[in-house]
Nanobody
Framework: DVQLVESGGGSVQAGGSLRISCVSP???????MGWIRQGPNNAREGVAV???????NYADSVKGRFTISKDNDKNTLYLQMNSLKLEDTAMYYC???????????????????RGQGTQVTVS
């Protein structure tokens, strides 16, 4: 297993902002990384991914509102969430995937290692 530790979740009003973070082992620096969420209906969604070259991809539901980034020196992945909506309420999981599979949200859902998650509640 890969140890991923998320932090920064909490409760926020609709329209507000929140940033969540994930610390990962140093050896994952060049792996595909991203965020997955699971809402109250238990549906899982790949929210955003960032590849080792810095390229990113977002779900349509968050495009223009969320920004994924990483600090390789700190081995930390971030998700800046702005203009939060009620439907963004979910458990957010940091995920990572070994190099070799195409870095996509679908593949991250299928093959990624996940952390314990951090809850984001929008009211």
């Amino acid at each position: 297993d890969v140890q991923l530790v998320e932090s920064g979740g909490g409760s926020v009003q609709a329209g507000g902002s929140l940033r969540i973070s994930c610390v990962s082992p140093r050896y994952t620096t060049r792996w595909c990384m991203g965020w997955i969420r699971q809402g109250p209906n238990n549906a899982r969604e790949g929210v955003a991914v960032i590849d080792s070259d810095g390229s990113t991809n977002y779900a349509d539901s968050v495009k223009g509102r969320f920004t994924i980034s990483k600090d390789n020196d700190k081995n930390t992945l971030y998700l800046q969430m702005n203009s939060l909506k009620l439907e963004d309420t979910a458990m957010y999981y940091c995920a990572t995937m070994r190099a070799g599979n195409f870095c996509s949200r679908v593949n991250l859902l299928r093959f990624g290692y996940r952390g314990q998650g951090t809850q984001v509640t929008v009211s």
